[in-house]
């Protein structure tokens, strides 16, 4: 398995509520695609001093892979400032892909959009 060319894209509404667009492409072996896999994402705010601070999680998706990959979205909506805003300054935003095969119930292998700066 493996996660190629994340990505995140973030766009605030009318009502200032914040929406994160997060794709990437999955690929798996031959052998690994008669497994079951799980994947979810996680937003974190990159905090300067301390740890990252996670935002908000998807919940994990189960699902059999079609042979070759496939791309991936996930969306998070309706996500407040006050969510995000967790230190003075602007937020660096990132979201970590996991992804793991349920059927071996191996480890998840993860990948890091890019970050961007919004300012909630
Ligand atoms: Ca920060
Ligand atoms: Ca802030």
Redesign the pocket.
Known sequence: MNITNPQLEASQGANGLWTFLVTAFLEYTREEVDSEFERWASVFEADAIGKDDPIIESAALRFRPPSGGHPAQWKFQNISRDLI???????EIYVQISLRNFTTDSFPITARTPTITIS?
């Open positions: 805003d967790t230190e003075l300054g602007d937020e909630a």
